[in-house]
């Protein structure tokens, strides 16, 4: 996978696909029962906005059609489900954990099927993030003015994302062992994602981003993943953070690695 290509080719039909109710799900997700709908409106994937973590699990609230179902469910088969009110809002609290537990999200409406945009992670340390294939992950934490890095993603072949959040609007940065590497303005949100113009080579690395509000530096060492087997994900702790080798929808296997940084 590169990451260069896929964000500009793979990922945007992945993205139209789920959009439009198409399905390239993970084994653990299932397909709705019963003849497709004729209803062709555009509905916008689920999403998950907030996870709050609480004694009795972590609480987490999103975003989907108004009245849809909306079901989380994990490899192993758990499933936890919601229904969005009449705002599209929904929310679900998820059993605490003592170890990283990947869910992946998809709503029905009316026979229709359309998945999120990525994967849920939680981790035991309050941790929450949406991985991506082919694009930088988005962590769910605070925003900040001071632009942070919190995440980088990258594959075998060295294509790799670097995201956080920032100041609105703002123009960033990122060198990498003092070399330019790339530039990217943060969203409305307050957040960003710089892909790499250049393949990362394997080994030991200092990320440093900079833009308004100030700079931040990360070192962080990447290699490539072990083989996955028949798992559908492998999270270790990494420097205070963690390391998830997760396998794409595409069948690859991408690794992110959260920082940290915690908010």
């Known amino acids: 996978m590169s990451f260069r290509l896929v964000a500009t080719s793979a990922l945007v039909p992945a993205l139209l696909l789920a959009a439009c109710g198409e399905s390239r799900q993970p084994p653990w997700k299932a ?48 499933t936890l489900s919601a229904v969005a009110d009449g705002e599209g809002r929904w929310a679900v609290v998820a059993p605490a954990r003592t170890e990283v537990v990947l869910y992946g999200l998809f709503m029905l409406d009316r026979g229709r099927k359309v998945n999120a945009e990525g994967y849920l992670v939680l981790t035991p340390d309050g941790r929450a993030a949406e991985l991506r294939s082919g694009g930088g992950v988005r962590v769910l934490a605070p925003g900040s003015r001071p632009p942070r890095i919190l995440a980088i993603d990258f594959d075998r072949d060295g294509g790799a994302v670097v995201s956080g959040v920032g100041t609105p609007g703002a123009d960033l940065g990122l060198r990498i062992d003092r070399n330019a590497a790339g530039t990217a303005m943060v969203t409305e949100a307050g957040r960003f994602a710089v892909v790499l113009t250049r393949p990362l ?63």
């Open 31 to 78: 397909e709705p029962k019963g003849p497709p709908a004729a209803e062709t409106r555009y509905l916008p994937a689920p999403a998950v906005v907030e996870a709050v973590h609480g004694g009795d699990g972590v609480r987490l609230a999103g975003t989907a059609a108004p009245g849809a179902k909306v079901m989380l469910g994990t490899p192993t088969g758990e």
């Open 201 to 263: 080579p394997h080994g030991e690395h200092e990320f440093e981003v900079s833009g308004e509000g100030g700079e931040d530096t990360v070192k962080i060492t990447t290699r490539p993943s072990d083989p996955l087997g028949e798992a559908v994900f492998r999270a270790t702790p990494a420097g205070g953070g963690w390391r998830i080798d997760w396998r794409t929808p595409g069948g690859g296997v991408q690794t992110t690695l959260l920082t940290d940084r915690r908010g």
